[in-house]
């Protein structure tokens, strides 16, 4: 893999966020001028990245000048937009298509946008209808990015993220953690590709330095396959207690209060699922951690006897 460095700053989008804090961490490990978009440049997480010699930008998606401040200059982009909400169902488009257009406006020459892992082969656009407004909004900006006139671009597809499965977000996700069990509408069976958020980072990261093998690219991102119950297993010699797997209707688990969105995901992994494989990202020279190795280098989740 070349290990060309990029010839200006990285503009990164979400860098107070984990996807692009990790980014932002993988670019200056590796020496590179780093800018960020921030909304408060004196808030604590925009401190952090400050102090890591990352340059902030005052801003907003729906401010275009603050993103020619955030661009000038710049010779990359990192972009993850969030997804749109029901008080404003067109915000992920919108801020997508923006970025977009001022990257090309400032004369960028490499987008790196995060999206979403896709689907398993030979299914349907019906497949997509537990939240159709999710994928339709996801195209709608890779499109964007595809079809645009900046040079070099390069589309990651991230799988479920091991982050998840660990403190602080464990609680958020299990809401019977606490008791040990992993309680979730997905068949025991089922596979699910996982990836570690730094491990998106170190793409992005690559992707910057080798734009002549990522041009193009849309990299599916996973560096495990695992089931519900072999992640508990894991879970359980790492935190030094029992987790268990527990399957169960979907009406029940919404019933008891877990979300009812997170619920729908656990039954489309069942059925439909996403796509990503480490072997895909292994043809682009890219090695993410397995979960096991994520969570023996996961700060506060290994039991010390």
Known sequence: MSTLAPTGPIAIVGATGSQGGAVARALRRRGVPVVALVRDATGPAALELAALGIGLVEGDLDQPESLDRLLRGASGLFTVVLSATATDPASEVRHGTALVTAAERAGVRHLVHSSVSGWEPGHSRIDRAYDEAYWNDKEAVERAARESGIPIVTLLKPAIFM??????????????????????????????????????????AAAFFAPEIFDRAEVELAG???????????????????FR??????????????????????VWYEQVNHRARPAHSAVYGLKPRTFAEFLAAHPGTIHST
Do not use: C
């Open 224 to 242: 495990d396959v695992m089931t519900f119950p072999q992640i508990a297993e894991l879970l359980s010699e790492a935190f030094g207690r029992s």
């Open 163 to 204: 982050d998840n499965f660990v403190p602080p977000r464990l609680a958020g996700m299990f809401r019977e953690q606490g008791d040990g069990v992993l309680a979730a509408a997905t068949a025991p069976h089922v596979p699910l590709p996982l990836v570690a958020v730094d491990d998106i980072g170190e793409a992005a």
């Open 245 to 266: 797997y527990v399957h169960e209707d979907p009406d029940a688990l919404v019933e008891r209060g877990h979300h009812p969105g997170w619920v729908a995901k656990q």
